[in-house]
Each structure stands twice: as C-alpha cells, then as structure tokens.
C-alpha cells in the first residue's frame, strides 16, 4: 500500500481502501496509528515488530498508520519504505506537529471500525492490545484506555516521571471530576462511530488530546474500559516533561471554563448515540453545586499556574517557606474576589470586605497545609529538587482547594436560607 499525502478534507475520498488486501474482509476492524516525530531510528524496528505480532497474535483485520507530524531527518522516508514494503502499512505526511492533531485528522479520516494509537517506542506490552480493544468490537465499551496506576500494572519507570503522572491525575479528579485513571498512557482505543461524534469537539492539538477526549467522552455518557498494562519507561524520551505539564494545565483550565458555561453538545451527543445522561437529577442536592464545582475548579486552576510561576520566580530569592508565603498571599485575593463573582454570583461592594477578611482565613489553613507538606518533605529529604517539591506543593494545594471550596460555599458566601424554609 503506498504512502498517502492526508488530503484536506475528511470527505475526500482519495484515502486507500482495504479490499485490496489479500485475504481480508473489506470492512477493516482495527486502524492502529503511530504518530511519529523524528523517529528515524525507533520507526523501522517499532513497526516490524507490532506488524508481526498482530500478524501471528490478533484475529482481526488491521492497518498500521504511520502519521508523520513533519518530521524533519529521514522518518518521512522511511515511512514511505514501510508503507511500500508491508501491505497492511499506510504513511501519512503531515505538514505541521501535533500529536493531538495526527490524531485527529487520521482518525477522521478512517474506515476502520476501531481506531487505536500507541507511542513509537511501545513501551506498553503488546500483551495487552486485545484486552484494549475486545470491548469495543463486541460493543461493550465506548473507549478503552491503558492504564498505569492499576494495582494490576506492572511499571518501570524513575520517581519524577511517577510523581508528575500520579499528581496530574489527581488535579483531573479534583478539578475536572474525572473518573478514568491514566489519562496520559500512549496505549488507547475508540469505536470509530464515537470518535466522529467526538472529534469536532476536541480543540487541543498536541498532548492534552488524550484528556480532553476522555472528559468529553465521560460527560457524554460513554463507558471507558481500563486495561492494566505493563509499561516500561523510554529513557531516550524527548518529551519536555514541564512544557509538557504548563501546556496540559492550560488545556485543564480552558476544558474547565467550557464546562462551565455548557457550551459543550453533550446531550445532543447523548441522544445520537442513545446515551442516557451521565449525571441523572437527584431530589434534594442543590441544583447550582455543579456549576458552583466547575467554576470554582477552573479559578482554582489558573490560581494555581499563577502560584506556581510566582513561587518559581521569588524561590531563589527568599527560599521555599517564604516563597511559598508570598505566592500564596499574593494570588489569595485575587482567588477570593474571582469566586465572589463567577463561583457564587456575589454582586455589588456590600460584603467585600468581609468577605476578604474570611477569604483571608481560608488563605491561612490553605497555608498551613502547603506549609506542613514542606516541612514533611524536608524531614524526608533535606535537598529535594525543584521538581519534586513543586510536586508535592501541587498535591498540597488540592487538598487545600478543597478545603477551601467546602468553607467558601458553606461559610464565607453562605446565603442566608430563605423565610419560611
């Protein structure tokens, strides 16, 4: 099968066909996507072998999909030579990077019933790609993900990359109320019917894809299936991991707001797809705490980059306590004020300086919290690096976001009840 230039519209209908496989059935089960970037050394040997092994290992009919996301050394070549050699092996050339927009567009662009990717390196064990995908040829499942945090996987890889993976997880769950665990594993599957209802919808074009599709797909309804897989780390990894992280918080805070304004067709998506709603009214729970969450959520996320980016800047200047203190004051009236108005819908000056006052409290016991995990981590380890401290400052703060939503709603912005309830 030759390589093909990925035409401009998702319509077009130059995009290779199966049924000139020989010995296979001319609708194609499985469209497994490699997104590629400057891999001229792990392409050759990574496509060979997940060739053969779904060659000798899964009964289904397949394609490998090589998205090259503009490659600048000899990938695009050597794409091309596989796609040449191996007639289930297709090489598509993109024009700009993106691992979210390969993903995407590739997608979009498939006649397979199920659509997968994994990284170039494969660092999941094959072993797992039936599991990963059984669920959805039978229809069981919607999507299905790997994951790594499963009492069940089995995972070799350094202490950063495991702090930074585990706390990004849990500002998903507490932010975004995700209910996946791994939102990051290369390792992933969709039934195409779902993906051409999702697709549109996702914005992001590099690593934040895999998140947002996932929170669409959970707030649509959709069933995701976990795969515990085992995983061993590429040491050869060219992923900026805090660009990475800066990018993914931005992707939470945007994913957020949107929420929040429900701009997002999920009931629509519901209904096409004959979804019954994920979160059914309940008689008796207040009808404005979801809003009052997700708003709360996406200020306490851009709180947070703003700690962040102050506590990096004023660290080498007075130390971690007193770094802290201050990016914590700092972005605590700011915090106070944004949740006055968008979380709670407070209008007006009466109040504002109370509700400063008490904000300024809340700012405390969320200081003695970031503050214990410190001393904590400095009883532990003397000389943490950067890194690891941030880490464990992140954590601290979501615990004490919430902490602070539970007293801001209950205490600080409470609303007197009505006469006669």
């Not at 496989?21 to 040997?45: F, K, S, W």
């Not at 039934?191 to 959970?218: H, K, Y």
């Not at 009931?267 to 979804?275: N, S, T």
């Not at 106070?336 to 819908?345: E, I, M, P, Q, W």
Request: charged share 20%.
């Amino acid at each position: 099968m030759s390589a093909d230039t990925l035409p401009n519209t998702a319509g077009d209908d130059t995009r290779p066909r199966t049924s000139s496989m020989v010995g296979r059935p001319t609708t194609l089960a499985l469209d497994i996507v490699v997104p590629v970037y400057n891999e001229q050394t792990d392409l050759a040997p990574a496509v060979h072998r997940l060739h053969e092994y779904l060659t000798t290992k899964v009964p289904l009919s397949f394609r490998i999909t090589i998205a090259d996301n503009a490659s600048t050394d000899e990938t695009p070549d050597i794409a091309d030579r596989l796609a040449a050699e191996l007639p289930e092996v297709r090489a598509f050339h993109l024009p700009e990077k993106g691992r979210g927009r390969a993903l995407k567009i590739v997608w979009t662009d498939s006649d397979a019933d199920v659509l997968a990717y994994m990284d170039v390196d494969l660092s999941t064990d094959l072993a797992a790609l039936l599991p990963l995908v059984a669920p959805l040829i039978s229809g069981h499942s919607d999507l299905a993900i790997g994951t790594r945090l499963h009492r069940g996987s089995r995972v070799v890889r350094g202490p950063k990359r495991e702090l930074i993976s585990r706390a990004y997880n849990q500002i998903l769950r507490r932010t975004l109320a995700a209910g996946f665990s791994d939102a990051q594993c290369g390792f992933k599957a969709i039934r195409s019917d779902v993906a051409q209802q999702l697709l549109p919808l996702v914005q992001d074009t590099g690593w934040f894809f895999d998140t947002e599709l996932l929170i669409l797909a959970e707030r649509s309804g959709m069933r995701i299936h976990e795969v515990p897989v085992d995983w061993v780390d590429d040491p050869g990894s060219t992923v900026d991991i805090i660009q990475t992280a800066k990018a993914d918080l931005r992707g939470v805070a945007r994913l957020a707001r949107a929420l929040a304004s429900g701009e997002l067709p999920f009931a629509e998506i519901r209904r096409q797809l004959g979804r019954a709603p994920l979160e059914p009214t309940t008689p008796g729970v207040p009808t404005g705490m979801t809003k009052q969450v997700v708003r709360f959520a996406a200020v306490g996320v851009v709180s947070t980059l703003a700690y962040l980016v102050l506590f990096l800047a004023l660290h080498t200047v007075v130390g971690a306590q007193a770094a802290n203190f201050l990016a914590l004051a700092l972005t605590a009236v700011a915090n106070t004020a944004a949740n006055r108005r968008l979380t709670f819908g407070v209008r007006g000056r009466a109040g504002v300086l109370r509700h400063q006052f008490q904000g300024f409290g809340v700012f405390l016991l969320g200081l003695a919290i970031t503050s214990g995990s410190l001393v904590v981590l400095h009883a532990v380890n003397p000389v943490p690096s950067n890194l690891v401290e941030i880490t464990v400052l992140v954590v601290a703060n979501l615990l004490a976001t919430v902490v602070r939503f539970l007293l801001m709603r209950g205490w600080v912005f409470r609303r007197p009840a009505a006469a006669g309830t």
